[in-house]
């Protein structure tokens, strides 16, 4: 083989590989950007319920404090009972 047709060879295993790596780095690209949207998607799900369960603990909140008063009345009222 001379060195002319070592060098035509060469490129063309050079040009097939080229190719190949450019079809394989485009199909792992797809592939993150596939990724990357289903990630947005599932974000944006779990930023819907984060205000959806902040809204309510907002509600539940200040009936929390009402309860905690009467427990507080109650135990008040029966303490002095007991002895």
């Known amino acids: 083989m ?3 047709q070592l060098a035509f060879f060469l490129t063309v295993v050079g ?6 790596c450019f079809w394989w780095m485009h199909r792992i690209s797809r592939r993150q950007d596939s990724l990357l ?3 947005r998607e599932q ?7 984060s205000q959806v ?7 539940v909140h200040p ?5 905690s008063q009467d427990v507080s009345r109650v ?7 007991r002895g």
């Not at 369960?53 to 509600?59: A, P, R």
């Open 2 to 4: 001379s060195n002319e």
């Open 75 to 81: 135990a008040a009222a029966v303490e002095p009972r």
């Open 53 to 59: 369960e902040h809204d309510l603990i907002q509600e």
């Open 37 to 39: 949207h289903e990630l």
């Open 15 to 20: 040009t097939i590989c080229w190719g190949v």
């Open 43 to 49: 974000t944006r799900r779990i930023e819907k319920l």
């Open 63 to 67: 009936k929390v404090e009402e309860i």
